[in-house]
């Protein structure tokens, strides 16, 4: 996109190039006027017409989120959150902008001259999935979302990639004998490629986390609530491999011994635990 600076000197280098080809006495300055106005209104449009960039960030946990839609309802433009949860799009004062992904509730704002003068950081949040057990043949919330994601981004996760031998796959179109390709395997398409299908594994693994140990089951068990709640996530969330060895009550039980042994500890506020209590006599 041009800037006002860029589009200035554009101007600048026209007017020298016209008085060199075609300036008379008579009616160049009149003409070159006319083309100083021109430039100047491009130049102020270009001012009006900039650049909204920020990070698209998770609420609660310390993550950027990947692949987040961003809309721009006013100039029905559109675009995505990157690897770094980085965004950037064409935004105007007064555009109304929406930000939205699969497993958030979508936010809006409608955009400021501040935010147009520095990065603009957004925070989604979690839509609230509470753990439940689900019956053969019916989803949990946690799967209807990653289906979701996968469709949302099934053109680039399905895209194979370039072997350093054999090219793409072993199909009979490589033909006989080893293709040597590291040109194809190493250029920066190849490469993002598989870095975005990595960050992508990753993400779904963390979010099969965040619904297995997920703050509304975890405040429902334990009471917590407020900053004494975050530490406990924090301190207490467990990795992939545990969630997904562990059934429903499983979880419930390590809920129960983690919050017992956070209580026990000193200096450990004790918000919730007479809301628990009161929940164990009935």
């Not at 009979?172 to 398409?189: K, Q």
């Not at 004494?228 to 009550?249: A, E, I, Q, T, W």
Request: proline share 2%; net charge positive; hydrophobic share 35%.
């Amino acid at each position: 996109m041009l800037t006002a600076p860029v589009l200035f000197d554009i101007g600048a280098f026209m007017i020298r190039w016209y008085d060199r080809h075609f300036y008379c006495k008579q009616y160049g300055m009149k003409q070159k006027t006319l083309l100083a106005l021109v430039v100047a209104v491009c130049c102020l449009k270009a001012d009006a017409q900039t650049v909204l960039k920020g990070k698209v960030v998770d609420d609660l946990y310390d993550r950027v989120v990947i692949g987040a839609t961003i809309f721009n309802a006013t100039q029905n433009k559109s675009g995505r959150s990157d690897m770094g949860g980085n965004y950037r799009i064409s935004a105007a004062e007064g555009d109304k902008i929406l930000f939205s992904s699969v497993g958030y509730i979508s936010d809006s704002i409608i955009v400021t001259h501040d935010m147009l003068s520095g990065a603009y950081d957004i925070a989604l949040t979690k839509k609230v999935v509470m753990m439940e057990e689900v019956e053969v043949g019916q989803l949990n919330p946690y799967q209807v979302d990653s289906i979701s994601r996968r469709e949302e981004f099934g053109d680039v996760l399905e895209k194979r990639q370039t072997n350093l031998v054999g090219g793409r796959g072993n199909a009979p179109t490589d033909g006989v004998g080893i293709t040597f390709s590291p040109i194809s395997r190493y250029s920066r398409e190849e490469k993002n490629l598989r870095r975005f299908k990595k960050n992508y594994e990753r993400q779904e693994k963390e979010y099969y986390i965040d619904y297995k140990f997920s703050y509304s089951q975890v405040s429902k068990v334990t009471g917590l609530t407020g900053d004494s709640l975050r530490v406990f996530m924090l301190k207490y969330r467990p990795d992939y491999k545990f969630c997904r060895r562990n059934s429903h009550g499983d979880m419930l039980v390590y809920i129960n011994d983690s919050y017992r042994e956070f209580m026990n500890k000193p200096g450990v506020s004790k918000e919730g635990e007479g809301k628990k209590k009161k929940r164990e006599k009935k």
